[in-house]
């Protein structure tokens, strides 16, 4: 059983930068390819970006495409991501996510695939 911690969230003006980081623990993080979600109030929770356990693919939504950078450590067993010139609308609950499977490049698109949710971490953009 894995369990996910997020941490990193806070309140941000408008342009600002934060790192977020998913530490996991109870097993081997290396197994997994990982994600981090989002959820603003009234809104679907909506896959940011994406990772596969061996690092060497990731995926980005539009909207954050060229801000984000989604990266691992698997010694550290920690996820990472760096959010740059954030706006209002980034505004959100980010989840952090993992998906076990024994494909290394193998990155998960679908939230229904996710096997292991951390709590949330609060990301609050405004001036």
């Known amino acids: 059983q894995v369990q996910l911690a997020e941490s990193g969230g806070a309140l941000v003006q408008p342009g600002g930068s934060l790192r977020l980081s998913c530490v996991a623990s109870g097993g081997t993080f290396s197994a997994y390819a990982a994600g981090w979600f989002r959820q603003a109030p009234g809104k679907e929770r909506e896959l940011v970006a994406a990772?596969?356990?061996?690092?060497?693919?990731?995926y980005y939504a539009d909207s954050v495409k060229g801000r984000f950078t989604i990266s691992r450590d698997n010694a550290k067993n920690t996820v990472y991501l760096q959010m740059n010139s954030l706006k209002p609308e980034d505004t959100a609950v980010y989840y952090c996510?993992?998906?076990?499977?024994?494909?290394?490049?193998?990155?998960?698109?679908?939230?229904?695939?996710?096997?292991?949710w951390g709590q949330g971490t609060q990301v609050t953009v405004s001036s």
């Open positions: 996510a993992a998906d076990f499977t024994f494909l290394p490049s193998k990155v998960t698109m679908s939230k229904d695939e996710y096997d292991y």
């Open positions: 990772i596969s356990w061996s690092g060497d693919n990731t």
